[in-house]
């Protein structure tokens, strides 16, 4: 039973591009949606969305849920070799745990 | 440093042995969860506590992981007769139980290697 769905996979794009990533998730239970970004280390959180907060935005980064939809993205503005990462996305429906997606693999060349 | 802290951080072993990791969370935590990653996928959870208490438990854990948190401070997880698909990275994640949705800290992993 998949909850999280992300696409694309795999993104490879150039330094400078704008890239969007795309997570959709069930409407059963969901109460929020986190976004984490994920080098050879440990996840580190970007954004949390809810019902009552459905964009956030930090420096190149921003996110959006679409309640219609059931789904969100994550926009990345010019970007740079550092935001070559996994980013995941993880729902939280309500049982204390979240659930995450495969993730996208988000490469930038030079 | 006041983040979550997980060791060992690479494990080399043997089909058949038994492995134990250790996760100390951040210390006004009281939410500590496990969770396996493997190569490609997204983090898949595996069990959590709120202080001593072990209040799920997923069923992709078999009878061979057991985790343990006495005291409601730090947790083990330990897995007994080591298969090669137990290979993966061990995530550890801490949070507080005040705000139902916030975001779990996670620390730097254990990776396993079964041979």
């Known amino acids: 039973e998949d909850k999280v769905v992300q696409s694309p996979l795999s993104l490879v794009v150039h330094e400078g591009d704008t890239v969007t990533l795309n997570c959709s998730y069930e409407v059963t239970n969901f109460r929020s949606l986190l976004w984490y970004k994920q080098e050879k280390k440990a996840p580190t959180f970007l954004f949390m969305l809810?019902?009552?907060?459905i964009e956030k935005k930090s420096g190149r980064l921003s996110s959006i849920l679409d309640k219609k939809e059931l789904s969100s993205i994550l926009n990345i503005t010019a970007t740079q070799t550092g935001d070559s990462a996994i980013y995941l996305c993880?729902?939280?429906?309500?049982?204390?745990?979240?659930?995450f997606g495969t993730g996208t693999r988000l490469t930038i060349i030079p | 440093d006041t983040g979550v802290s997980q060791n060992p951080r690479h494990k080399i072993t043997k089909r058949g042995q038994n492995v134990t990791f250790r996760c100390d969370p951040i210390?006004?935590?009281?939410?500590l969860y496990w969770y396996r990653q493997t190569l490609g996928q997204g983090p898949e959870f595996l069990t959590y506590?709120?202080?001593?208490?072990?209040?799920?438990k997923s069923r992709l854990l078999s009878d061979r992981f057991s985790a343990e948190r006495p005291k409601g401070s730090f947790s083990t997880l330990e897995i007994q007769r080591t298969e090669q698909g137990d290979s993966a990275m061990y995530l550890c994640a801490s949070k507080t139980a005040v705000v139902l949705t916030g975001e779990l800290f996670f620390g730097e992993g254990s990776r396993l290697t079964v041979l």
């Open positions: 506590f709120q202080n001593e208490a072990q209040l799920e």
């Open positions: 210390s006004e935590h009281n939410r």
């Open positions: 993880a729902g939280n429906f309500g049982n204390e745990k979240l659930t």
């Open positions: 809810t019902s009552s907060g």
